[in-house]
C-alpha cells in the first residue's frame, strides 16, 4: 500500500467499515460508493464491482457460491443492493460449455438470466463473466484517465509491464462479453505458469481490473495502481513537448467567453435538433480549454475517443468550429452538413446486415478554440455527462501523448459498439419521454405563486426550467424545493428585473449557457396596485406599466431573438388576468396595464406566426395562495371596494363564480401546460380563462 496518494482520494472510514463486519456485500458496496465517488476513478455509470460469497441455496439448503455484482445500468457511486445482480458462480462458470464462440456472443447475455440467484436481482451487465472467470474475492473494474492514457498509448504493454515490473497484466483491445472473461482468465493463467502473481490486468483502449481479498484489500490495491499510473504521467508532462504541443489559441477573457457562448448556444443547438429537440450544455474547464486551444486540436479530435463508455455518450468524434466564423450562418450549416454526411459515410461503411438504423447524424460534442465546449443530448443530464466523457477524453489523449502516441478504437469496432444489438436493445427499453422532455422553460416571477406552481408542473412533465425572480431569498427558497424534486440537472436560477433590459439580456443569456437556449417563454411577473382614479398616483402608475407590460415586452423581445436563432419555434405564454376584459372598481391603472397586455399578445401572435411561435395568454382571476402580489396593500383595497374584509376576500370571489370555486396556482400551471405540451400546436393568439367561471369576462 503506498502511505499517501495525491491523485486519487483515499475515503475509506474503518469505523464505518467495521460496523459491516460480516456482511461481505455490504462492504462490496460500501467500496463501490466509495469508487464512485472520486470521478478521476471512474465516470457516472461506467465501471462494476463484485464480491463472490458463500450462501444457502434456498432449494438445497446447501451452501453454494454466490457472485454479486453492479447491475447493468447502474452507478457505483450511487449503487445500492437493489441495484445488483446476484447469480450462481457455478452455473456462470458452465456457461463455457455451451459457448459457440465470438460469433455468439450476444446469446450468452440472455442464459445470464438462467443464473440469476437473488430474485430481485437487477439485470446483469455484459461485463458479469469478466468477474466471474477471475478466481478473486472482491474485483473492481473501472476507467481511471491515468490508467486509460496508458492503456490507450501505442505502447501501452511495454508501458505497463515496465512500470509495473510485470505485477500487471495486459489483454488487448476486445469488445466486452463472454470471450473476454475468458481471455482474463488466459491472462492469469499465463503469468502464473511464469510464476508471477498478478494484482490487475489492464485493458487495451478500455480500463483497469484490480482485485483482492477482502474488500479493503482490493480498494487500497486498485488505489495503488491509479496512483503509480497517474504519477507516471505527470513525471512526464511538458517532458517530451508542451502538452497538446503548446497553445495556438488565446482563451477570451472570461466576460467576453461567456457572452460569445451565450449567442452561440442557441444557433448550434437548432443545427444539432434536426432529429430530435436537443438540450444543451456548456463547459470552459480549464482541462478542455488546453485542448481546444492546442496546436494538436485538429490532428486528436477527429481520431475520436478509445475507452467504450466514453465513446458511447460523445460519438464517433467531435465537430470542431472556427471561432472566427461563428457568426456566419452558411459556415455553421456547411460544417453540420459535412459532419452528418461523414457520420453517414461511417454509418454505410461499417453496418453489418441486422445493424439498427443510423440513428441521429449530429455532433454531441461541439469545440470551439477559446471558447469552450457544448455538448448536446436529449437531456440536461445526458449532454452534462457527454461533457464530463468527454472531459475524461481530453485526460486520456492529454497522457497518452506524455509518454507515448494516442490511439483510438478502429472506426468498425466503434461502430461495433456504437450500434451493438445488446445497446440498442438497452434504448429500445428506456421508458417513454415525457411531454416536454428536451424542452427549456424561463418562468419569469417564479420565486412564488403561480410562477413558481407553472415551474414546478414543466419541471414533472420533463423540462428544464429557469426560475426568474427579483427578490433573491424567494428565488432561492424556490430553487432549493425544485431542485430537492428534479435535481441540479432540470433548474437553473437567475436574478430578474423584467423592467430593466439589461437584466432581462442577462437572465436570456444565463438560460443560454445553463441548457443550450429556450423554447417556452412564461410572462408571469407582476404587481397589483388597487387605488380608485383620483387617489392613483403617477409613481404607481409608472410601476403598473413598467411591470406588466414594458416587463412583458422586454422578454419576449429577447426571447424571440433566441426562439428565431434555434430556428423551430416555441411558445410565450402570458399571465395575464380577468381584469384584461372586466372592469370593475379602483382597478384603472392595473386593469389597463392587463388589457395592455392582453392586445399584446394578439399582436405579437400575429406577428411571430410564420416563424412557428405560439403566442397565447391564460386569464387567472383571485389566486391568493402563495401570491405575491396580494402584499402591498392589493388586498385591502379590493376589499374595500367590494366593502368586504380581506378574510372574507376568498370565498367572495368564490362566490362569485359559477362553479364557486377557489382558484390555486397549480390550476394555472394546468392551463400553461395544456398550452405548451403538443396538443394545441396550432393554436395561437388565444386565451384561456381560469376563473371558476366569471360571465362577465367569457370572450365570447
Not at 629 to 646: Q, S
Request: with cysteine; hydrophobic share 40%.
Amino acid at each position: 500500500m503506498l502511505t499517501k496518494y495525491q491523485h486519487v482520494s483515499y475515503l475509506w472510514d474503518e469505523k464505518k467499515a467495521a460496523e459491516m463486519a460480516g456482511d461481505e456485500v455490504a462492504l462490496f458496496i460500501y467500496r463501490s460508493n466509495l469508487l464512485g465517488a472520486d470521478l478521476r476513478l471512474t465516470n457516472y455509470g461506467g465501471g462494476n464491482t463484485s464480491v463472490k460469497i458463500q450462501d444457502k441455496d434456498p432449494l438445497s439448503g446447501q451452501p453454494t457460491e454466490v457472485m454479486w455484482i453492479k447491475g447493468s445500468g447502474g452507478d457505483l457511486g450511487t449503487l445500492k443492493r437493489s441495484g445488483c445482480a446476484a447469480l450462481y458462480l457455478q452455473r456462470l462458470l458452465s456457461l463455457e460449455k455451451v459457448y459457440r464462440g465470438l460469433a455468439h456472443e450476444d446469446e450468452m447475455v440472455e442464459l445470464f438470466n438462467h443464473c440469476i440467484f437473488d430474485l430481485n436481482s437487477k439485470a446483469p451487465s455484459i461485463d458479469t463473466p469478466l468477474h466471474a472467470f477471475l478466481p478473486f474475492t472482491h474485483i473492481d473494474h473501472l476507467h481511471p484517465d491515468a490508467a486509460i492514457a496508458i492503456a490507450a498509448a501505442k505502447d501501452g504493454a511495454r508501458i505497463t509491464e515496465e512500470l509495473f515490473q510485470g505485477k500487471i497484466g495486459w489483454v488487448e483491445w476486445q469488445r466486452p462479453g463472454f470471450d473476454l472473461g475468458l481471455s482474463l482468465r488466459k491472462c492469469l493463467q499465463d503469468a502464473e505458469a511464469r510464476g508471477i502473481a498478478l494484482k490487475g490486468i489492464m485493458l487495451g483502449s478500455h480500463g483497469l481490473f484490480t482485485w483482492g481479498n477482502t474488500s479493503y484489500e482490493s480498494y487500497v490495491n486498485t488505489l495503488d495502481v491509479i496512483e503509480t499510473c497517474a504519477q507516471y504521467l505527470e513525471e512526464h508532462y511538458g517532458k517530451k513537448r508542451p502538452v497538446f504541443g503548446g497553445a495556438k489559441t488565446e482563451t477570451l477573457p472570461e466576460a467576453q467567453r461567456l457572452k460569445k457562448a451565450a449567442e452561440i448556444a442557441p444557433v448550434l443547438r437548432g443545427l444539432c435538433s434536426g432529429f430530435q429537440k436537443m438540450t444543451g450544455h456548456y463547459s470552459d474547464d480549464p482541462r478542455v480549454l488546453e485542448f481546444v486551444n492546442s496546436h494538436d486540436l485538429y490532428r486528436l479530435a477527429p481520431m475520436g475517443t478509445s475507452c467504450p463508455d466514453h465513446f458511447l455518450r460523445t460519438k464517433i468524434a467531435p465537430l470542431v468550429l472556427d471561432p472566427a466564423q461563428l457568426t456566419q450562418q452558411d459556415y455553421l450549416e456547411q460544417q453540420f452538413a459535412q459532419y452528418r454526411e461523414a457520420y453517414r459515410q461511417y454509418y454505410e461503411s461499417c453496418k453489418h446486415p441486422n445493424s439498427p438504423a443510423m440513428r441521429d447524424p449530429n455532433p454531441v460534442v461541439i469545440l470551439v478554440p477559446g471558447i469552450g465546449m457544448f455538448t448536446f443530448a436529449k437531456d440536461k443530464t445526458t449532454a452534462r455527462l457527454a461533457a464530463e466523457y468527454y472531459t475524461n477524453a481530453v485526460n486520456v489523449m492529454k497522457g497518452a501523448e506524455a509518454v507515448s502516441e494516442y490511439t483510438a478504437l478502429p472506426r468498425q469496432e466503434a461502430f461495433n459498439i456504437e450500434y451493438w444489438l445488446l445497446e440498442e436493445a438497452k434504448l429500445q427499453r428506456l421508458p417513454k419521454p415525457k411531454p416536454l422532455s428536451g424542452r427549456v422553460a424561463l418562468v419569469t416571477g417564479s420565486g412564488g405563486g403561480i410562477g413558481k406552481a407553472v415551474a414546478q408542473k414543466f419541471a414533472a412533465e420533463g423540462a428544464c426550467v429557469i426560475l426568474s425572480d427579483l427578490h433573491p431569498e424567494r428565488l432561492q427558497e424556490a430553487r432549493q424545493e425544485l431542485t430537492s424534486t428534479f435535481g441540479t440537472d432540470a433548474v437553473a436560477a437567475t436574478l430578474l428585473n423584467v423592467a430593466d433590459a439589461a437584466s432581462v439580456d442577462a437572465a436570456l443569456s444565463a438560460a443560454c449557457l445553463a441548457f443550450g437556449g429556450v423554447d417556452i417563454l412564461v410572462n408571469n411577473a407582476g404587481i397589483s396596485i388597487s387605488q380608485s382614479i383620483e387617489e392613483h398616483s403617477e409613481e404607481n402608475w409608472d410601476k403598473l406599466y413598467d411591470i406588466l407590460v414594458k416587463g412583458q415586452f422586454l422578454v419576449s423581445q429577447a426571447g424571440v431573438k433566441i426562439l428565431r436563432k434555434q430556428g423551430f419555434g416555441g411558445d410565450i405564454l402570458n399571465i395575464v388576468s380577468k381584469n384584461a376584459v372586466v372592469a370593475g372598481p379602483n382597478n384603472a391603472g392595473y386593469g389597463s396595464a392587463k388589457a395592455a397586455q392582453a392586445h399584446l399578445t394578439r399582436l405579437l401572435a400575429a406577428e411571430l406566426g410564420a416563424d412557428k411561435i405560439r403566442v397565447n395568454m391564460v386569464n387567472p382571476d383571485a389566486v391568493i395562495a402563495g401570491s405575491n402580489i396580494w402584499a402591498g396593500g392589493w388586498a385591502e383595497g379590493r376589499a374595500k371596494a367590494y366593502g368586504i374584509t380581506v378574510e372574507e376576500l376568498p370565498a367572495y370571489y368564490a362566490k362569485r363564480t359559477l362553479l364557486n370555486e377557489i382558484i390555486l396556482p397549480e390550476d394555472i400551471a394546468n392551463v400553461c401546460f395544456a398550452f405548451v405540451s403538443g396538443l394545441l400546436n396550432k393554436s395561437t393568439g388565444n386565451a384561456l380563462n381560469v376563473d371558476g367561471g366569471v360571465p362577465m369576462a367569457f370572450l365570447r
